[in-house]
């Protein structure tokens, strides 16, 4: 059982946020290195779904110049850029909080800007290059302090098992006897 305690604050949905839970690493690390990171303290790079949980953020962390868990998929361009959020937040691209300009992919002569960062003390956004270092956002779906319960079967599908196992034994010995 993990005993590591990890600092988080609850975005409670009667306080704007969405219920899930959230803290922020300070050391500073590339996107990739951070979606890694959240990961391992089973949780991802935040997804910012609505301007509810956007302001909730920025009341409650008051951070700016943090990757947050939105990418480009194969280097897209501007102005479409296929953005999406990281796949294991389970999060569909519908939100987005885009500073004025961006996302510009700028400096494009120098390094393709293909992640996001809070921008500024708005919680607006900024396309950024994946290789740049700053501090992150991890989000959680449930508390990672509390025992998550285990995974049981429904009831139905445990009724399946013999069954399954029965037809597998009777086409077993219908080719034994051939």
Not at 13 to 34: F, K, L, P, Q, R
Not at 47 to 53: C, G, P
Request: aromatic share 12%; hydrophobic share 35%.
């Amino acid at each position: 059982m993990n005993t590591l305690k990890i600092p988080l604050l609850n975005g409670s949905s009667a306080e704007g946020g969405n219920d899930h839970y959230y803290m922020v690493i300070d050391s500073s690390v590339s996107w990739e290195t951070a979606r890694t990171e959240a990961a391992a303290l089973g949780g991802y790079l935040v997804t910012i779904t609505s301007q509810d949980e956007s302001d909730w953020l920025m009341l409650n962390f008051g951070t700016d110049y943090r990757h947050i868990g939105a990418y480009q998929p194969n280097n897209d361009l501007e102005p479409d850029g296929n953005w999406q959020w990281v796949e294991e937040s389970g999060d569909e691209w519908s939100y987005t909080n885009w500073a004025n300009g961006e996302p510009n992919d700028s400096p494009a002569d120098v390094k393709s800007e293909d992640v996001v960062m809070i921008w500024n003390e708005d919680g607006e956004w900024n396309d950024a290059y994946i290789g740049g270092i700053r501090p992150y956002f991890v989000e959680f779906n449930f508390n990672p302090n509390l025992p998550q319960e285990a995974a049981v079967p429904e009831p139905a599908t445990v009724c399946l098992i013999p069954s399954g196992l029965l037809g597998a034994i009777a086409r077993l010995k219908s080719g034994i006897k051939k």
